[in-house]
């Protein structure tokens, strides 16, 4: 039994009446395959949740092994037309879908919010980030660069060319539904690769309204969609001889059973996985600035964030003032449902069993000494609201402070020399983002380098750019989102040498 706290951080419910969507608003629940929705033919469902009160919205179908067969077939089918346009061709196809979803902007954050309980300043977010990641990569795949053709060898002329991979099989996560899609589906269209698309079977609302709005612009093929569960859906595409790469944002275990099933037909894998990011706070740092700055990234999209701000190591002559800074600024997040108003920023967790997830490692720092200096257990009421939490005396090798939880959880240690507050960002699986905060330009170089991360921000965090990459080292996996090392990874390159010796 989870234990329920009433404290400053109180849940602001919506009036009964108020409906972020209806029936209307939403896509057929079947599959999007080659240009056109179709029921589920095995009958079985999976009912989708407001998280907000654990009611169904709607549900969608169960997706089959023979239906992932029949959107592979479409995709393969597409794949030479899509792949020999020019980049002129699909850039202007993508500038049409940002369009398209600009159009219906408000629509999809609706919806959004809906199905994942996201505040509207989150889903807003993510709506137009999705669109400016289709925006980038219409623009990037006109602009490729690779070695220049050249002699590299005596009379002999060398070119290198980009070509698309093929068919690309994606599994995208239930945290961000519309935007992880987006850093996939962009770069692989963009790359001039046909796809079969695996939403989250909990939030797979923004996904399946976003084929119904491309429908007439994509041709059929190009770009499928099968619900379902991973361990059919998932499965089929990693192992499918016909799926060329595999890519997936998810979890640490869906990452490893991924690759497991891409290992027999030695397709290409990229893999988005979890993270642990350190935020290493120095002596002179700008204590104010970074509880300011934690106060969002460490809790937005309630800590349903791969990058949160979540494990800070500050140095132990300055850990009060700052711990009384982040618990100050913390004390002030607005919780509730999305429609109880546009100021609300921390909303449910996704799921039911994510929400017994992190409670549960709450109950178990509790009974491990570990205090709470903000929130620490869940929301009185109904949906699956957790405080936003801070935890402090969290002694090194924590449970909590190695272990992803991924809620609205900030854990707080303390470090006496550089040297130990490097190694100890670095001890964890993980290493996708970490921060360092300093005002020594020096220092925040070196230590920069130094810690095993994808990214590093110096006194910032979780600022990210479709101009710069996203993807991580050790457990968080391999492979980049966003930027034009995106295009890469979802191209292959050939070398064509002429002989030109007379």
């Known amino acids: 039994m989870s234990t329920s706290v ?35 033919n095995s009958g079985a469902v999976t009912d989708v949740v407001d998280p907000c009160n654990g009611e169904p919205i709607t549900s969608v179908a169960d997706g089959t092994v023979e239906e992932v067969d029949a959107g592979v077939a479409a995709a393969v089918a597409a794949k030479r037309q899509w792949g020999s346009l020019v980049p002129k061709e699909r850039s202007e196809i993508l500038h049409r879908i940002a369009d398209r979803l600009s159009e219906h902007s408000e629509l999809l954050a609706r919806i959004e919010s809906a199905n994942t309980g996201k505040p509207f300043m989150v889903s807003e977010d993510d709506v137009a980030g999705t669109i400016d990641t289709f925006r980038f990569m219409a623009g990037a795949l006109r602009a490729t660069t690779s070695l220049a053709a050249g002699t590299y ?27 992880m899609g987006a850093w996939k589906i962009a770069p692989i269209l963009a790359a001039g690769n046909t796809l079969v698309l695996k939403p989250s079977e909990q939030t797979p609302l923004t996904t399946l309204k976003f084929a119904e709005l491309v429908a007439d ?42 690759a497991r099933g891409a290992a027999e037909s030695l397709k290409r894998v990229h893999l988005e996985l979890g993270g642990k990011a350190p935020v290493v ?18 809790y937005w999209n309630s800590g349903q964030e791969c990058g949160a701000a979540c494990r800070v190591l500050v140095h132990n002559s300055v850990a009060d003032r700052f711990t009384e800074l982040l618990v100050r600024e913390v004390n002030t997040l607005k919780v509730g449902e999305p429609g109880a108003g546009p100021e609300i920023e921390i909303g449910p967790l996704t799921s039911k069993g994510h929400f017994d997830r992190v409670v549960g490692y709450l109950e178990r720092a509790r009974r491990d000494g570990i205090r709470a200096a903000a929130g620490g257990a869940a929301l009185e009421g109904p949906g699956y609201f957790v405080a936003p939490t801070v935890l402090v005396s969290v002694p090194d090798g924590a449970e909590c402070s190695r272990e992803e939880i991924f809620g609205p959880v900030i854990t707080i240690e303390t470090f006496e020399t550089e040297e130990e507050a490097i190694a100890r960002a670095n001890d964890v699986p993980f290493g996708l983002a970490a921060s360092v905060w300093t005002e020594d330009a020096r220092r925040s170089h070196d230590v920069a380098s130094r810690i095993d991360a994808g990214t590093v921000w110096v006194n910032s965090h979780l600022v990210l750019a479709n101009e710069v990459p996203w993807g991580g080292f050790k457990g968080s996996g391999y492979g980049r989102d966003l930027s034009i090392y995106a295009l890469d990874d979802y191209s292959r390159t050939k070398h064509v040498m002429h002989n030109r010796g007379r």
């Open 6 to 40: 009433s404290s400053s951080a109180q849940i602001r419910r919506s009036r009964t009446l108020d409906k972020l969507i209806t029936a209307e608003d939403l896509a057929p629940g079947g599959h999007f395959i080659d240009g056109a929705f179709r029921a589920g």
């Open 281 to 298: 706070i120095f002596p002179d740092a700008d204590l104010a600035a970074a509880a300011k700055s934690l106060r969002a990234a460490g």
């Open 153 to 179: 060898a005596a009379e002999h002329l060398s070119l290198i060319l980009r070509e698309p991979l093929g068919v690309v099989g994606v599994v995208t996560p239930w945290n961000y539904p519309l935007l």
């Open 217 to 258: 612009i994509l041709p059929p093929g190009v770009f499928n969609v099968v619900t379902g569960r991973g361990s059919i859906v998932g499965a089929r595409l990693s192992d499918h001889p016909d799926v060329d790469m595999i890519a997936l944002t998810g979890s640490v275990n869906s990452g490893r059973a991924v």
